[in-house]
């Protein structure tokens, strides 16, 4: 194990992937002196401007240039520098990238990685702000993951470069500073598995990225007040692992899904539903309000899911007096 | 083909560029009559009329070159060498179509021959083909990409953002805008700003030329000079042909927007009758041009016929090539559904 | 009471507004020559083409127009030809119309309708039959509506266009030539009110857009096997009448969601997570697999919601040994 | 303010371009210093260098003039007329901001005097510029729209889009391109094919003219001039200016991807350096120009002391101007969430 940060890890993972592999290329604004985060520092010096390419500010063609050169034969991974930004090619995301290889008879396949930093930081107001991820895991033929720990994003970036599929990448921004061990051992995920992060039989805690640490936070909460909470990272929005979550679910008998996102429509809905149409046991989901991010720090500080909002949203779920198997 | 920009009055190329062009109509007759009977569900856009800029520029093209069209793409998809059996049944949406029925004529594709497809999103395209030429200079290819899109594409963003990304990375991309006067049941000059496509082009810093896109030898010439330059390293290169579209936008289209008069006199500029005065010219009889026609038309004929007889797909198709991980089954959805 | 169809009735609203207000205006591709369904035939002849406007094929200065003309006092129209051309003008819809009113705390406002033509519809295939109301229900500052009917449409859409806020406005193309009864009078829809279309005690089964029809065909078919339906046509995605659907659920004690679009993550999971969280009875949800939409027509059935699959849904749910409140 | 073309050595107009151009370098020194002190928590993007594109330009505009601006829009702002305390007070997230705290630099507007917003998406103003002049047009109003826009805006489809429909329907607007040379962290012209953003405007069938940036009479003269013809229905014109960012991208760069010497020569064309020149030889006396400028510091200053000890928005206002119909409520929230 080494120590290294979330930023630190993404940048390891996609200069490993670019050793081994040729076709693996970069390209997005600003890459050469390295990224908006500082999460390609470096890389331009080792690859060279033909494989870490500085685009101008056209999202559209980044966005198709990927589709191109990967039907193409080369595996592009993508940066949108905030996922805000990706709005500016959702057709060539969503229309090109995810459906050309149904819409050619799988005469194609279109391995890229988008990678689009989410959610709130620093008062980043509305236009730079969103955690959309709800919007791909709707759309067929996209793989959406969203890590949450420095081990996750270089194990994690890794698998999405070697996929076969176009993978949305969800990176947090408040998450680039933080530090964490990952394995000395080049680890590659496995896509669609979650991972506990505490054990406990009274109640499923499922979250992802960012919200994973305040979901953490309230569990060690609520373990003071002898509540046990079976806390799962789902890592992985599409495919996800809905065997782990029906598993706790059922034991627990009880779910609460958070995140950052607006809660209506959000991801959480999905896996509310689904634990609900299995297993009919309780459910509550947090999220924003729907509201667009403001720029204020005590206005965005209301749109926040915050690890006392968990632990008090699991105190009411434990009080209803229903519980257990429908 | 040679690269030389000057008239050319090789006559086999000739008669195989006509070729082209009568297979290319005959194509679009039975796509049409298929679709009266009810055989073709989907939207077609017939490529009627505009034959010579499929046939000049996609013969010009080696099978290793990539080709990129358009919702209008039958035509320059049969000229790069894709199997009109298996464009036909995919038309119909068959399991032998070339997309196994799940694109139909708007998502033609025949990856075999480097035709990486046609696309119903006007103008997106274009960044794809300067993606696919990205991934050639990368790959260390000898490729060149060639995207046709229409007259009604120079106003959408990608064709900005493509051309500048050709421009600025030298690739090897041949842009053809196939100006056929209509964007669906629009005049599209009438909402173009600015001397036309060739200019925006020309802004964009890449160079190129303008043809009549009726006279296929001259859209031949002019591609081949073209593709010559950007062989040896020239960077992106552009086309603008004007042509006419004689049918309606799709199918069902009757085209009443526009004067009867102007249609007929456009019938009179029909690139096919044109090339056959040129082979006329080149010193064909009229029974050696018939007899080019006939044959040209014959294994068009056979993949209609082949094609109505084609098996449909079975359902479980619809859930193959979604995606590796994270495929919906029919068995799941069985379950899900009921 | 008069018969139209739903492409008239939408023609009728729109010329109804246009006449009562001179600064509604409508712009998009074609307009001129009656829109790709005919449902803007003889407008611009009636009101000229300063205010029926052709336009280029520039779907995001379409929508990115549409927002400035809000903003400086008019009151467009966008007309997007196939919901999934929206997806080529979803910055200017999403980060700028939805946003404005309140990043500028309030200075403005962006009184636009977006018509996104949706759905299934001959074989259009990938790129065009798309329904992704579940995105625009997720975005702050967006009003959503999905009419299932001739009168609905011409309700709806003179709500719509005289709502202060950006409305996605979601047409089925399959209904364009049905035919209903319109009120000889002048409504304009209350939004976010579901319609009742059957009143039963035995389950809830919630739908809108074209999957009403199913539904109603399914609520038909049960009640011959004496299974009394309780149909909701929701009508307004967001706001969404859940006062409505709550009542009917508590009643029932069992909820479906029916959609055309596809399930995951579809706005059918808003819908049974809410009722799951609030009711803890049992839910279940209908909609397309993960598939983008092939072309064939035995491949493009597997993906469609019928009612077939909506009564055996129905039989299923009711023949769990549970139900009731939770 | 006359429409004339020629060098104009009238002098109260210079004082009055000097007089906003000291005061946009003031508040943007000022804003820097607050968010160095963590008063200023978003990000913001100082003009330093560029202000005589924002006096000469937005000095031009009526008061009922439309001005659409980009994330680096202070200057333009406070030359269109804003209340530097309200902007001020936006910046530090304060209650009595412009947008009340919940837009910050990114989405600095002030519609009573005209000023439809800054916008956090490079290019995204171009085509709701095209919209407010559209809806100008159909209300019959006499204003004009003005939309600045960076050198790296012209490589964004919205550029090509928003600027075809301006022409095309000839409407009232000034398209100014602000060349700071950089689009953050790279140099434009690297990434930007062709002879530039004046040639890429003609090409999409709208004329201009190109100014030296940093000579705030200059770019007065060719504003007005554009302006005027603009005023008398002559559709769209664009005005290209060359200038020079003299800090980094952000409050948080430092701009160390450049030459030092480069900067420093850059700050000897400092516009304003430049015009305190203009003045001396237009006979202001050294103390008169100091004066001058203590006089429009001065406000600012006073805006910055005031916003630094406005009131936090309450947190209920979260909740508000989201939309009418469907808006969730804190109440509803609190039981959501708890
Ligand atoms: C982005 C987008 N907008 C609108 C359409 C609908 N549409 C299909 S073809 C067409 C006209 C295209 O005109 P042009 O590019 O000249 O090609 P042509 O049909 O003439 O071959 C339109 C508007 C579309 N497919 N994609
Ligand atoms: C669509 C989009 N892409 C990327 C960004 C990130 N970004 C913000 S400012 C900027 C540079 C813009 O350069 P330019 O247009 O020249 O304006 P300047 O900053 O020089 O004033 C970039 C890339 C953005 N805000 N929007
Ligand atoms: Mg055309
Ligand atoms: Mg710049």
Redesign the interface.
Known sequence: MTRMSYREAARLALAEEMRRDPRVWALGEDLGRGGVFGQYQGLQEEFGPERVVDTPISEAAIMAVAVGAAMAGTRPVVEMRFSDFALCAIDELVNQAAKARYMFGGQCRVPLVVREPIGMWRSSAAQHSQSLEAWYVHIPGLVVLAPATPADNRALLKAAIRCDDPVVYLEHKNLWPLEGEVPEAEEVAEIGRARRLRFGNDLTLVSWSATVHAAAEAAETLADEGIDVDLLDLRSLWPWDKEAVLESAARTGRLIVAHEAVRVSGFGAEIAATVAEELGIPVARLGAPRIPVPYSPPLEAELQVTAEAIAAAARRLLARNVGGRV | MNGSAAPNLDRDRLCRLFSVMVAIRRFEELALEAAREGLV???IHPSIGQEAVAAGVCCALRRED?L?STHRGHGHTLAKGADPFAMAA?LM??RP????????S??I???TVGM??A??????N??????????????GEARVVCCIFGD??V???????????A??FKLPVLFVCEDNGF????RTR??????GPL??A?????EGVSVDGNDVRAVADAAEALLAEIRVGGGPRFLYAETYRLMGHTQTDAGA?RPVAEVESRWRLCPIARARELLTRAGLSTEEIAALEAEARAPIEQAFTAARAAP??E?E??????????A?W?VT?AE???
């Open positions: 569900k989907g939207a990539y990129l995919e949406g068959r179509g070339t997309s196994k029925g799940k694109g139909g708007m998502h594709a025949d990856f990486l497809g696309n119903g999103v006007v103008a997106a274009i960044g794809i083909a300067a993606g696919a030429a990205h991934a050639v200079r990368l790959l009604g594409a106003n959408r963003g990608p064709f900005l953002e493509g051309l500048n990304w421009a600025v964007a669906a049941t629009t009438a909402l173009t700003a600015g001397p200019a925006r020309r802004a964009l810093g890449i927007y449909w797909p359902p198709l619809a859930w193959m090539d979604v995606q590796d991980l994270g919906e029919p959805a899900i559904r009921l």
